[in-house]
């Protein structure tokens, strides 16, 4: 029963990332840690998220923005592998309040459009850079992902697959880092194929609910998934300084 209520939790954390074009490891992350400890729940956070990357460049896959697959994506492949390598190492809990602060801080300038990152060359590296690293180290990179793609102003389904397919590279990165580190204990693999199949089946209806949503209000669905992300990060951080 507890298990279902596990699958459940994953559907319509799915569901919330494709809206999003980003999320779903966010939200899958804290809910996989209420079942197993933080390395197990690190690895079945990305294949989940691998599995819903998957579905939507598959529903969206002739819309994305070419350059910043390579200027955004190629440092978010390149960090991960770094930030992975890291796990064992760095705070999880101190890395997400600083990642918390500058969030809150960076939605709290653009959502009136009266200031704006630049859409640069430098910008969009930046942002893949650190992007990737915190997906590599702390799982949750996507928040950091979406604040900085927003500055590029791309059409909600270019958006869309455009993250989608920068996050399969970073995952395809990093999961066979946690793999080879016996992150997932052998009795859990049949979750693969589970994981598939339920972050497929989000993406499709993701794509159903994100087509009725006009481009404007989309940029303000982006913007409070980033807020809600940025509270637990200073919630978790903040608990953990004042233990």
Known sequence: MILIWFWIAAFFSEIIGTLAGFGSSTLF??????????????????????????????????KMDKKLLLFFGLPSILLAIAGALLVNYVSQPILKLFLGLFLVGY????????FTLPPTTRNSILGGSLSGFLAG?????????GAFLTAFRLEKTVYIATAAVISLAVDLTRIPIYWRNGFLPQELIYFIPILFVIALAGSFIGKKIVQRIPQPRFKKVVLIAIVLVSIKFLVEGIAYLTR
């Open 107 to 114: 939605v709290l300038l653009v959502w009136n459009d009266h």
């Open 29 to 62: 992350l804290p809910i996989a840690l209420f079942f197993f400890d933080f390395k197990t729940a690190l690895i079945l956070t990305a294949i989940f998220h691998l599995s819903g990357n998957i579905g939507r460049i598959a529903f969206f896959r002739r």
């Open 137 to 145: 180290l702390i799982g949750t990179g996507g928040a950091l992902r």
